[in-house]
């Protein structure tokens, strides 16, 4: 099984890839700087590094990159400083999510490609209807004027929701939605829910980045929890010893 994960130099990217590597699969990365890499990664004959930017790959770069990919994983995220936020690419995650897409039907494979995308719990499952109350609708639509990366975050799960759909007949795709990201050395208990239990507004949650790595890992590799979660965008908490 060959995976691609997009975004492996960000944390939760880099937890994912670990966790893959882990588990004995072979694992493709594309990465603008390999110097930042660990070096365990650089001497692991089982991940090929690709040293590029995304979105300068051009159709053909693309194809050839996942031609062989069984799984992609997009831990994609715009940085946190004002050209990560304000510049350009405005639409990164959206824009490579159409890409890879489209680079899967081009490659028309005999089996269907799972695409797995980290989104965040501020964005709605519009397939359900997910209720939020009126406060938090006027906090997010003030989000969407001021913070570009949010709405790229929508439009990424908006595409796979309507383009993608659940019958395409080469990519099955799931979006799984962090709530408010921490950072723990250890994979904990946590749980898995259909919709937000608690406001992602007033009510943040805590998500630790290497539980939804293992999550994303595992919905790779457990096609029981890959036939549960298909096409929907399950959120992730972490479980509070209390619970």
């Not at 990159?65 to 995220?77: E, K, N, V």
């Not at 519009?126 to 939020?132: K, V």
């Not at 208990?189 to 293992?214: L, M």
């Not at 457990?222 to 036939?227: A, E, G, R, T, V």
């Amino acid at each position: 099984m060959v995976v691609l994960v997009v975004g492996a130099s960000g944390v939760t990217g880099s937890h994912l890839v670990e966790q893959l590597l882990n588990q004995g699969h072979e694992v493709k990365v594309v990465v603008r700087s390999p110097k930042k890499l660990p070096d365990s990664w650089k001497k692991n004959e089982s991940l090929k590094i690709v040293s590029a930017s995304l979105l300068e790959l051009n159709d053909k770069e693309m194809t050839e990159l996942i031609h062989d990919c069984h799984s992609i994983a997009s831990c994609l995220g715009h940085n946190m400083s004002w050209k990560g936020v304000y510049g350009q690419p405005r639409k990164l995650v959206t824009d490579a999510t159409r890409r890879l897409t489209d680079a899967i039907k081009a490659n028309n494979p005999k089996h269907r490609v799972k695409y797995i995308l980290m989104n965040t719990t501020g964005n709605q499952n519009r397939d359900l209807n997910e209720p939020i109350s009126f406060g938090q609708k006027c906090v997010i639509g003030l989000i969407r004027l001021l913070l570009p990366p949010h709405v790229d975050n929508e439009k990424a799960a908006d595409f796979l929701r309507t383009q993608i759909g659940q019958d395409n007949e080469l990519i099955e795709w799931a979006a799984v939605r962090p709530d408010n990201l921490i950072n723990e050395e250890k994979v904990t208990d946590y749980e898995i829910h259909a919709s937000p239990i608690r406001s992602a507004i007033f009510d943040a949650g805590k998500t630790s980045r290497i539980n939804v790595g293992n999550f994303m890992a595992n919905l790779i590799i457990d096609n029981d929890l890959w036939s549960k979660w298909k096409g929907k965008m399950p959120v992730i908490y972490n479980k509070s010893p209390l619970d």
